[in-house]
């Protein structure tokens, strides 16, 4: 179980604390709903938590296979939807992975991928496309 304590510092900004690493996080809230978008906003973390849960599974697999994930990146776009009540419509989650694999690891780490805790977690209805640019120079 890890604990995350928050503690607010205005109406609209929010600091929240790692307690197991006492590492902090600030939120604020977007500029289409009033705020200054000075940080993530809380619908910001949902997208940033599913990318870094892709690539933390990935990473597991890739220990397994015993591949190198070192410098990969993508980025996670969020859209949230124009109708009431407000909330995420999409996530679309690109990878770049600078590694070339067989067919077989490619299956299991795009697996992996479709089967992160966070990718689970997301309500039904959000769109959650995740597009895998693989090295270009696969093994056979």
Do not use: Y
């Not at 990146?73 to 909330?87: A, C, F, H, L, N």
């Amino acid at each position: 179980m890890v604990k995350v304590t928050v503690k607010s510092i205005t109406n609209l900004t929010f600091e929240a604390v790692h307690e197991p690493s006492a590492i902090k996080l600030t939120t604020d809230a977007p500029l289409d709903v009033g705020g200054d978008a000075a940080s993530f906003s809380p619908t910001d973390l949902v997208g940033t938590a599913l990318i870094t849960c892709i690539l933390t599974t990935m990473g597991l697999v890739a220990n397994k296979l015993g591949l190198d994930l070192s410098g990969a990146t993508g980025s996670v776009e969020k859209i949230m939807t124009d109708s009431k009540p407000r909330r995420i419509a999409s996530l679309v989650t690109v990878l770049d992975l600078p590694l070339a694999v067989d067919q077989g690891q490619r299956e299991k780490l795009e697996h992996a991928a479709h089967n992160c805790p966070v990718h689970h977690s997301l309500h039904p209805d959000i769109s959650a496309e995740i597009i895998f640019n693989w090295q270009t120079e696969s093994l056979t």
